[in-house]
């Protein structure tokens, strides 16, 4: 594994910007192949930031997000809460793909989630994450959804 110094931490407002730049090149990394060209306009920067800047402003105690960063900048950041059956939920992990491999998915999963039962919904056509959440105790439960906002993209549920 590549080394990389970084800090995970918790976001402040001030950070709802950057997050959601980051938000927008992580799944442009992840997702472009998938998406209908021309998805990536400025309405879905803006509908990033103003997300991002509803959630930092007004913090939920059951959500957990955290960001790391690495020479002075946001490289990852991740999102927990709960889910509808009560249970702990991942509902967002991102890591740009040039940290890829360096241990800084790991590290956020942890800091928001740790062990325990748990689920999530990831891509049906993200093969390095499956294999991540399956090396962290998840597998499929046969659940599948789309969501017309982002259309190509098939979303499956893992649960441990």
Do not use: C, K
Not at 56 to 68: C, D, K
């Amino acid at each position: 594994m590549r080394r990389v110094t970084f800090v995970v931490r918790e976001p402040q407002m001030t950070d709802a910007e950057a997050i959601a730049a980051l938000h927008v090149a992580t799944w442009r990394e992840t997702y472009e192949h998938l998406l209908p060209e021309g998805f990536f306009t400025a309405d879905v920067a803006d509908m990033r930031r103003r997300m991002w800047s509803q959630i930092l402003s007004t913090r939920r105690p059951e959500h957990t997000v955290r960001v790391a960063e690495a020479d002075g900048g946001l490289i990852g950041f991740a999102m927990s809460g709960r889910s509808d059956d009560d249970g702990a939920q991942l509902y967002i992990l991102y890591v740009l793909a040039a940290h890829h491999g360096t241990g800084v998915g790991q590290a956020l999963f942890d800091a928001v989630l740790g062990e325990g039962p748990a689920s999530l919904w990831v891509a049906t056509e993200n093969p390095r994450a499956i294999a991540f959440y399956r090396r962290n105790g998840f597998a499929f439960d046969g659940a599948e959804q789309s969501d017309a906002g982002t259309p190509g993209i098939v979303e499956a549920r893992m649960v441990r």
